[in-house]
């Protein structure tokens, strides 16, 4: 028979492994069996283990066995605390707790004080000589019962609650009594039979059925589903359920509660921190009817106790070596710990503790390299909004929270507007349906982005990313009138001009303008960052195009540059105009003439790069966009272009007709145009071996979208004629994107010609999982919540699929030309779990945007940490 | 030393291995070297190698020690002849002629009569006591070499001819008498020296340096270049080099020359054909100054002569067990054999000679089926064009060849003009820019479709070889105005209702109204089918959606349904409004109440289909296309759709809108709209299995574009219940497509759960290559000019890349399934060499579109005969 049910010592005792203990047990049962076996008072009880929840998930009924095994277990405890569950004399409560390996707050959380009845309610009134009190716990258990085990509204039980102390004329809970309570106890059963047709079950034992069934249930419902989905949470059996004697703070002055951490959760600091009630029960601390007193204050109020707690607070967390967050309760004088757990802390406290405790001898570096949770670094990066104000404040909608940070300002709905505004020194942020390259401007001017739509790898998302600047993308609700300038949430409407505050951490749309808090790199960042480029091996680069984004990267500890996107320089001022002038020439020598005009502006612009990375490798990315993206698309743009360049409307709209394409991501892109147009890539490469011969660099030019190794030998063609002819022996590379599934299928063909490969996975995962980034999002959110992609396949690498193709490129790349320089530019470089995923596969480094490299230095010694 | 000359003995003996004789000496030097040992009476000679050109082609030299082995066996010629190059008395005349190892009429072809020069023309003219007959020879060897070696035009030297016949006033060359050829002589060598600045080589072995250089270089020419890639000639080194003694058919009334088949190319009639001139060289029979005569007829003027030849020409049909195209020269009574090769031949003659060839015991059944060339029974299956009628019409345009046959109407520039105007009786033409779905009935009602857009696999050229219907899709050529109803081509209008002919087997587009010949299916055809079906393996399914298609593919062998598409049957009249009407519902349930009223016309349709298959497998997929193909695109069409649905146009616009997609072929589509829309495959589903039920039929059910298990799983849910609902107990299948490079990856997990594969390769071609079919045609045609491609992928399975996939997924599958049914339903199904792969990597059948049926049944016997 299969063991689905451990005394609290037999936790302890009989699963030894603690990885497994707390799979089993879940995370709040595996700590009471610890904190058991270490001697701390802790009211007995058992833990149902996660298999049976996984079982009756499937099956929808207790896995065999298990009824016994509660059964039996429940004798015991009755044995071991001398009452009986449902006894009339002297009967035993107990609570009921969910706890899964991993904190959910999405589930079922507690049921108090099971056990009472009519009957046994009066036992507990007699043996504490309270009958309030013994009252109060029963009303409290059919309130508490009623709401999350039979599923009855909580504003029902508030309705009667409020209804006789208004009868009464009394403001406090606390100013009922008795007799009062007893009526509150007979119409709260009332409310139970209306809502649900059933009585409020009498017997206790069914009431501890009942209550592990709803525990069990929770773990499906869509609210811990759609948790565990955004919080990334796969792979758990279920949840455990945890029964434990009830013990109450509230019997008196001698008795109270309390929640404390053994550091500051906020800032780190290494003091108790925490606060307490007397007479009180936990849910009093919670409801913020009377004020709790800093932890610290107990000392005054029973300094045994006081004493008792500390010792025990510093045992556990010198135990488990990490900050704890406990729950405690003091029952006439004697301390129980309820529950202990490893605490929650911000980014700023996590990197605190983590050093701290190095400092203590406590942990060792790797230890505290693996304490921080890379994504959490980004706070500590970008300025957030004040919390405070928030919560006062009218949240208008959420998007997708496509670049950290927050943003206030006012309103603009085009690219030219943010660049005007800004210009008279206005914080604008650009409201625009969905942004293009030709927005690229106004975007460096605004403060922030929101766009209705497009994903997470939006070209708003992906361009306000690289810039660090914050963004909200893909936010349906709004619905956006350009021409009138103004953008509606159902009934309200926001104007050009109005404050808008955008949190991109979270896709927060906020009306009216907020105050921000800037960020501080603490010197423990510093000491944590220097841990971790110690035991990294991946080294990482950035995916920067301006020698602004190179200064940020390398502030934030960049070693190269890993993807230079050239189509951005494409666009500034007078450039635009010559790359329209080539486009629309039909003959070769009509395009050298505007390229020619380009060359100079291009050259500049490596110049600046180089100087800025210095040493540091800088890899450049030729020409990717089709050519179309360069015209313009609305009727006004096309008058006011044809105008300026003397092209008659005809002859432009025809072009942009001939451009046109159906799936442009399929396009004639990438090396397809350097191979129709080699004159393009020999102006670029010319300008780049220019800027090299000038500052010395060695530069590593890249040829995108190679899927076919004569693409590659091509283009190489080209390139390499440029180079030799300005660099003549100098030394430069010359790689590829591997972006195009065939092209890492046949990775050994190309490796045979290039010196690098760069995996572009963005590319790679449309082509790969066959959708692209920019429609995807109309049903890549279902796919998540059905489970068909556990994660969004354009944040974090798949693994299972795409993740093949990069292995298979990697392998066969290496086997032809084993010093092959392999990395990653995609938007998944700055993602922790594709960089471990970079790491293991034996990549040369990641590359991600300026702002994601700390988060990608940790992330990259996480993975090397966890790979030895 | 490589040996990189031989002469014809000591190609026969020194290279045994025929395969390899031919790949070093060309087929031409081959064939002389094997006539040589067969004792046919052949004019000495040597052959410079393959490899000798291909080492020329790199360095732009002669490879080392080739010009002493020229020497040493011109040496031996001089000897074995008793003549001298260039001399005085007797001079030795030889031939140049280039030849590789498959024929190539893009290169250059002969030099005759080298060696003569200012003297040996006196000494041929006192040999021969013929001095007009040495003066003509040496004029023709200056014209000829001036042209091909040393790139003087053509008309240069006819210009001068005219002159002197004008002077003269005569109107033939033979009407010149032997000054006026000295005349002729010395004013060639004036232009040769006026065009080139050097003089006429007087050098007989500079004559023959130069023109072996000329016929090496001849091999990358762009027209030979050109002739390679269209015919798809891969893997040659280059030409060999043939230098030939001359003999002379014009020494008077017992010389002559002429061309033999040994059996009738046009038709295949086991009788020897051709034609032959009396005192007259080759060229003379080719330019149609005297008109021949038929072989058959020199038994009349020289019957030894023509019993040896018909002797000879026996033996070697015998001898190389096929139909031989011969050319041969009589001088003086004495015959030689110039040359003889395989013959070319129209389909029907192929097929009768392959026929013929087993009666007669010369080859067996599988040499037969390996003698036919599968495309070619294309001609076979449909109307062509007059080919007579066709020479003299005006070729308006060419595009690209989309599907094969011939039609004849009058243009039409919508859909709607060509199903009115075809029930009012007339056969039209449609003509568009680009087809949509919406384009169906229209197209079904044309003779033919153009496009002015859109590559091989475009809607219009997918949907009319399903039809088989004659398409030429893509023609850029022609611009269209579909407001004013006409397109032009230069300056050539063509309005709506003038009459133009396509052919769709070359692409042609003609002006005017050419007459056209039915195909005629004859009993060799039936012969060689049965003998096809007998040595195949893979099955042979089609691709088709209505009983009317599944009826042709059954005449033409279909042995079930790989590929049925559900999309077309929503656009058929009242069923499109319930289409429409799915999805602008918002909710669940206005969706399944439109779905309802689709029901029992998808039902009918599977009815039909499977009445119409018989016992014979029918595998259906479920809707494919993304939604906003059913919704109008137009301006006038919205209008119209708003008054007819009672909906407002904002609302219509605004659902279009939503629906836009930037790259649809990555969309929301497939499974993928299954999944957000369960119930529209409920209600296919259903609509499969009552039809199953009525019928008896055993249904293959395919989920499309499935790249992840997941997807699978939750698809094959809904379709199983539905099913179980229905057809309770009885045999279904559920597959699914593997068109997603994901889903071939993850091959082993989707085959758990799946009943078969079916590789979709149009979509696994685009994803895995990464470009879209409709946007390639930009650049697809430069990549097979550059030979990044060698043939188009989306034509000829890209084995390499997109294969390695395909490959991949067969084994993944087998491996967790080992009887999983697998096929391929792509366009690749009906093509030759992707049906070899689909052969040798183990799929069970392929599916094509009927009028591929037989191509694909003879293919699939050439895999099978090739691979054993």
Redesign the interface.
């Known amino acids: 028979m299969k063991k689905y049910v451990y005394s609290f010592e037999e936790g302890k005792e009989e699963i030894q492994d603690l990885k497994k203990r707390v799979e089993i047990l879940g995370g709040k049962g595996a700590n009471l069996a610890e904190m058991s076996g270490m001697g701390v008072p802790v009211p007995p009880g058992f833990t149902i283990s996660t298999e049976a929840c996984h079982e009756f998930s499937k099956s929808k009924e207790y896995p065999e066995g298990m009824q016994d095994q509660v059964d039996e277990q429940l004798k015991k405890l009755e044995e071991n605390m001398g009452k009986k569950l449902g006894d009339t004399e002297d009967p035993l409560l107990v609570s009921v707790r969910s706890g899964a390996a991993k904190s959910m707050p999405g589930m079922m959380d507690t049921v108090l004080n099971l056990g009472l009845n009519d009957v046994s309610v009066e036992g507990l009134s007699k043996k504490t000589e309270n009958p309030r009190f013994a009252w109060d716990a029963y009303r409290r258990f059919i309130q508490m019962f009623g709401d999350v085990v039979m599923g009855v509204a909580h504003s029902k039980f508030e309705e009667v609650l409020e209804d006789i102390k208004n009868t009464k004329g009394v403001e406090n809970d606390t100013e009922l009594d008795t007799e009062d309570l007893k009526n509150v106890v007979e119409r709260y059963k009332k409310v139970v039979k209306e809502a649900k047709g059933e009585d409020f079950p009498q017997e206790p034992k069914i009431q501890l059925q009942k209550s592990i069934e709803a525990v069990f249930g929770s773990w499906s419902n869509p609210r811990a589903i759609a948790y565990r989905r955004i919080n990334e949470i796969t792979g758990l059996l279920g949840t455990a359920v945890n029964v434990q004697t009830m013990v109450f703070g509230n019997m008196g002055d001698t008795s109270g509660t309390g929640v404390a951490f053994t550091r500051n959760p906020s800032t780190g600091e290494s003091k108790i921190y925490g606060e307490f009630l007397m007479n009180a029960q936990g849910e009093d601390v919670v409801a913020g009817i009377r004020t709790p007193k800093p932890i610290t204050e107990l000392e005054q109020v029973m300094p045994d106790c006081y004493k008792q707690f500390i010792d025990i607070a510093n045992n556990l967390e010198a135990h488990y070596k990490d900050m704890q967050d406990m729950e405690f309760t003091i029952q006439e004088g004697k301390l129980f710990f309820l529950q202990t757990r490893t605490g929650k802390r911000t980014a700023t406290a996590a990197v605190k503790i983590a050093v701290d405790m190095v400092e203590e001898n406590l942990i060792d570096k790797e230890t505290a390299v693996m304490r921080v949770e890379p994504n959490a670094l980004d706070q500590l990066l970008h300025p957030t909004l004040d919390l405070i104000a928030k919560e006062k404040a009218t949240i208008l909608a959420k998007g997708l929270p496509a670049s950290p940070g927050a943003a206030v300002g006012q309103v603009v709905f085009s690219a030219e507007d943010a660049d005007k505004e800004a210009k008279e020194g206005k914080d604008v942020i650009l409201v625009r349906i969905e942004t293009s390259p030709e927005d690229i401007e106004g975007m460096h001017a605004a403060k922030g982005i929101l766009t209705a739509r497009g994903g997470m790898t939006s070209h708003a998302a992906v361009v306000a990313r690289g810039m660090g600047k914050c963004c909200v993308a893909g936010c349906g609700d709004i619905k956006i009138n350009e021409k009138e300038k103004i953008f509606a949430v159902d009934d309200i409407t926001v104007k050009e001009g109005d404050y808008i505050s955008l949190d991109g951490s979270t896709g927060e749309v906020i009306q009216g303008e907020l105050p921000t808090k800037d960020p501080k790199l603490a010197g423990n960042f510093e000491t944590l960052m220097e841990w971790a480029d110690s035991l990294r091996t991946l080294n990482i680069r950035t995916n920067a195009d301006t020698p602004k984004d190179a200064s940020t990267a390398i502030k934030f500890g960049a070693e190269g540059i890993g993807l230079c996107r050239t189509e951005h320089m494409f666009f500034e001022g007078e450039r635009i105009k010559a790359v329209r002038e080539m486009i629309l020439s039909e003959e070769l020598e009509g395009r050298k003439k505007a390229l020619d005009k380009l060359l100079p502006y291009q050259k500049e612009d490596f110049v600046g790069l180089f100087k800025a990375m210095g040493e540091r490798p800088v890899t450049i990315r030729l020409l990717d966009p089709p050519l179309h993206e360069f015209l313009p698309q609305e009727e006004k743009d096309i008058q006011e272009i044809s105008e300026d360049m003397n092209v008659p409307v005809e002859k432009l709209k025809q072009k942009i007709s001939d451009l046109h ?8 892109r990438g090396c ?1 145009l350097g ?2 147009y080699p004159e393009i890539t020999e102006m670029q490469a010319k300008a780049i071996c220019q800027a090299a011969k000038e500052t010395g660099a060695i530069p590593e030019i890249m040829i995108p ?1 190679v ?2 190794v ?2 590659f030998e ?1 283009q190489k063609a080209v390139v390499k004629k440029a180079c030799e002819d300005i660099l003549a022996d100098k030394p430069y590379k010359i790689g590829t994107m591997i ?4 092209g890492a ?2 990775a050994d063909e190309i490796a045979e010609h290039a010196d690098f490969f760069s995996f572009g996975t963005n ?1 790679l995962t ?7 980034r ?3 999002g ?2 890549l959110k ?2 998540q919540e ?4 556990e994660k969004d396949p354009f944040q974090a690498l ?1 693994q ?3 993740g ?2 990069v292995k298979m490129a990697a392998e066969k790349g290496k086997k032809v030309k084993p010093d092959l320089k392999l990395g990653i530019c995609g938007e998944h470089g700055g993602e922790p779990s594709s960089i471990e995923f970079c790491h293991k596969v034996g990549l040369s480094y990641v590359s991600c945007s300026p702002f994601r490299i700390p988060i990608a230095r940790l992330a990259a010694a996480q993975a090397a940490i966890s790979s030895r």
């Open positions: 394409e159906f799936n442009p991501m399929l396009g004639h397809r191979i129709s979208l899927g076919n004569k693409e091509d972006e195009v599934p065939r299928l046949t590319d449309q082509m790969t999982c066959g959708f692209s920019d429609d995807a109309k049903f279902e796919y059905k489970g068909i992609y798949d299972d699929g795409v093949q193709l």
